[in-house]
């Protein structure tokens, strides 16, 4: 998509268009080096997505309420992997949107819904480890996997219609602009809509995640606590204590995951309604850090998790394949 001029001269998005925007240029050697860097990026992100889809999803042992919704917000990760870098590096080296408006705006409309996705999805988690730690006895009743399902479709879909509403709000404004160039995805966003994303997507879900997860693991800590002393002293420890030492664990493993995210989260949405920040088409490096945590995420499930290096195993392997091999216990599999 590059056009090639002379140093002295403006290159332009599109030449045969007046108004049509200037392109950076840049040297050979820096576009090989971004696009290659960009690639490489973007296919670990879907690999590894891939691998956290196919574990949950093939193993019998892994279908519960915890393991669906990180199959989901996996999913929504490998679709950040898989089209939205693309294209946002495209942008970014390219300095030009060769697409259309109209795709402009579905695809502005489809980073949103990921981007929201992934902060309800860790809501949901954060609720769902906050029942199997501080209500145990409730958990197997109050979170199945029905209505993990129900809670995840509903998700996607205000998601969905949250950030329809948004970018259309955008774009909308956008057609009364003059001084916006051919060649370029940006939309502004109205100041009212600043605020209420800024409540929407920070301010409420931050708030009651960190309050879940401070609760979570102020009982994780005392339950641990009381465990360990009972094995010190020698004494019988129920099974049932022993499965909460374990989701005590999970929870730890999510929280980091959760903690990760909003390191990452939060700095984008502090500049946003203090700026007339562009958002989605925007490539600027805080955007990034959001993309290149979906990369994130299966790297910490590979270092917690111990299920997930043994379905890897079997899946590298090919053992998956084999007869009856989805009735596998990953848990008995990987002690043994």
């Known amino acids: 998509m590059a056009y090639k001029t002379e140093?002295?001269?403006t290159e332009y998005c599109f030449p045969a268009i007046n108004s049509s925007c200037i392109k950076t240029k840049r040297s050979t050697h820096e576009y090989n080096i971004m696009y290659v860097f960009f690639s490489l990026l973007s296919a670990c992100t879907v690999f590894l997505n891939l691998l956290v889809i196919i574990s949950i999803s093939h193993f019998k042992k892994l279908h519960t309420p915890t393991n669906l919704l990180i199959l989901s917000l996996a999913v929504a990760d490998l679709l950040v992997g898989l089209i939205v870098m693309p294209l946002e590096a495209s942008k970014l080296i390219?300095?030009?949107?060769y697409f259309g408006d109209n795709f402009c705006g579905l695809y502005s409309i489809f980073v949103g819904l990921l981007l929201a996705a992934s902060l309800s999805h860790l809501i949901l988690i954060a609720v769902d480890r906050y029942v199997a730690v501080c209500q145990p006895l409730h958990y197997p009743r109050t979170i199945t996997t029905t209505k993990t399902i129900m809670s995840i479709c509903i998700c996607w879909?205000?998601?969905t219609a949250y950030n329809t509403a948004l970018i259309s709000s955008s774009r909308h404004s956008d057609l009364h602009k003059t001084n916006v160039c051919y060649g370029v995805c940006t939309f502004t966003v109205s100041y009212a809509w600043r605020v209420t994303d800024l409540v929407v997507?920070?301010?409420?879900?931050?708030?009651?995640?960190?309050t879940l997860y401070m609760r979570i693991f102020y009982v994780a800590h005392q339950q641990v606590k009381v465990i360990n002393s009972l094995l010190k002293g020698g004494k019988h420890v129920m099974k049932g204590s022993l499965r909460r030492k374990?989701?005590?664990?999970?929870?730890?493993?999510?929280?980091?995951?959760?903690t990760v995210y909003l390191l990452c989260w939060i700095p984008y949405f502090i500049l946003f309604p203090i700026e007339n920040t562009e958002m989605i088409s925007t490539t600027s490096v805080l955007l990034w850090m959001?993309?290149?945590?979906?990369?994130?995420?299966?790297?910490?499930?590979a270092l917690f998790y111990p299920w997930f290096k043994m379905s890897v195993k079997?899946?590298?392997?090919?053992?998956?394949f084999q007869p009856a091999s989805s009735l596998i216990d990953i848990?008995?599999?990987y002690q043994s």
């Open 290 to 301: 959001l993309y290149i945590n979906s990369a994130v995420n299966p790297i910490i499930y």
């Open 201 to 210: 997507s920070l301010l409420l879900p931050c708030t009651v995640i960190i």
């Open 157 to 159: 879909f205000c998601s």
């Open 246 to 258: 374990t989701e005590s664990k999970v929870a730890l493993t999510l929280g980091i995951i959760v």
């Open 7 to 9: 140093d002295h001269k």
């Open 331 to 333: 848990f008995t599999d």
């Open 314 to 320: 079997h899946i590298i392997t090919l053992k998956i």
């Open 94 to 97: 390219e300095t030009c949107w």
